[in-house]
């Protein structure tokens, strides 16, 4: 998530307001926090390029229609080592979403005896598939060069790593579904994806990140979250804040995971507080700053997002002590508001964490 505008936060006060449920204190929380909330959708790094598959042909998709509902539909080479896929998706309703590898030197899809480990790395709120490779140095890092092949998928401007309740209807868009079958199977079928794995995100996508760890055991051997949001259920002013953004772009914050009181069990059930339990067996790595302007940051900057975050996550590590998580690292670095030079600098810190959880050398 990144630094919005006041007319954002504007509109989405008044459409929360609207459409939730009344609450005592509930409407006064949100008209302070939600103005800081939105981002604006972080702009694609390059200009379609002219679609070059892995193997080298123009315009050619590798992989037909899988059973799970995926298929690559283009396939675009977009600057050394990195690769686009088109690919459509039946839990997204059929539409078309990006997805970018940063392959390794010698990534060769085709060839059938080679599979390599992968670090899927997600995106915040409000920014897209492109925002690691064009925000960051990821693609410059030379640990990754090697033996792992980075995964950037889209996630939807506001899509929270989740099948969203839709009502109790459930259908589009189911992300959850999208990432942890659809696009691993793919990945895994045709695109020379091995089964080692491990996951980091920044915000959004640090919560996207526990989350898939924890609810689906034994997919990635270790998580590491930046800033993420790790329990929404924390107090009132954390729940407003993720309705804020539920509601962005004009959407109804009650399709993704209902309401936090009614729906109560659906909210714990993406809450990576409330599942522990389920991260106390892998490495987990947490970091934020607490809000303060902070060394990398412009002078006098502050982030009500980022010291809400700092709470819950301190909340994250007491509990994962709690339950026995025997293999926690937390860098909690203070002065530090919601933005990318500590995301950068953190997916730095962890890699030797992740990497080592898929035997790699960094």
């Known amino acids: 998530m990144q630094r919005g ?11 929360v307001t609207a459409v939730l449920p009344r609450r005592a204190g509930l409407p006064a929380v949100l008209a302070v926090l939600l103005l800081i909330a939105l981002a604006p959708t972080t702009p694609a790094l390059l200009a379609d390029a002219p679609a070059v598959g ?16 995926a298929e690559v539909v283009a396939v675009t080479r977009v600057a050394e080592r990195q690769v686009d896929l088109s690919v459509r998706s039946e839990a997204l309703g059929g539409r078309t979403v990006k997805v970018r590898l940063l392959t390794p030197d010698g990534w060769d899809p085709g060839d059938r005896r080679r ?24 693609a410059g890092i030379d640990g990754l060069r ?3 092949l980075v995964v950037m998928p889209e996630a939807g401007w506001n899509g929270w790593y989740s099948d969203w309740w839709n009502h109790g209807k459930g259908g589009d868009p189911a992300w959850e579904t999208f990432h942890t079958v659809e696009l691993r ?25 526990l989350q ?27 729940v407003a804040r993720v309705m804020g953004f539920f509601a962005g772009q004009g959407d109804d914050p009650l399709r993704v995971w209902g309401d936090p009181v009614v729906q109560r069990r659906i909210w714990k059930a993406h809450d990576p507080f409330h599942l522990a339990e389920r991260l106390r067996s892998i490495p987990v790595y947490l970091s934020c700053g607490d809000g303060t302007t902070g060394p990398l940051d412009p002078p006098g900057s502050t982030s009500a997002l ?39 600098r953190e997916l730095h810190a962890s890699l030797p964490m992740l990497l080592g959880a898929l035997r790699v050398d960094g």
């Open 54 to 69: 892995a193997d080298g042909t123009a315009g050619t998709a590798r992989s037909g229609k899988q059973r799970g509902g």
């Open 185 to 209: 199977q793919l990945l895994e079928r045709d695109w020379a994806a091995g089964r080692n794995r491990v996951v980091a995100g920044l915000s959004m996508g640090g919560q996207g990140a």
């Open 212 to 238: 898939y760890a924890a609810r689906h055991p034994g997919m990635f051997k270790a998580a590491a979250a930046y800033s993420g949001s790790a329990h929404p259920l924390l107090n009132d002013e954390s």
């Open 306 to 344: 980022e010291a809400d975050f700092n709470r819950q996550n301190h909340a994250l590590a007491a509990e994962l002590e709690r339950v026995g998580a025997k293999h926690v690292t937390t860098h909690f670095y203070g002065p530090g508001t919601h933005g990318w030079a500590y995301w950068e």
């Open 115 to 138: 599979h390599w480990p992968t670090l899927w790395l997600l995106h915040g709120c409000c920014g897209d598939y492109t925002s690691w490779t064009g925000l960051t140095d990821v």
């Open 146 to 148: 090697d033996d792992v």
């Open 5 to 15: 505008t006041e007319s954002q936060g504007a509109a989405v006060i008044a459409h």
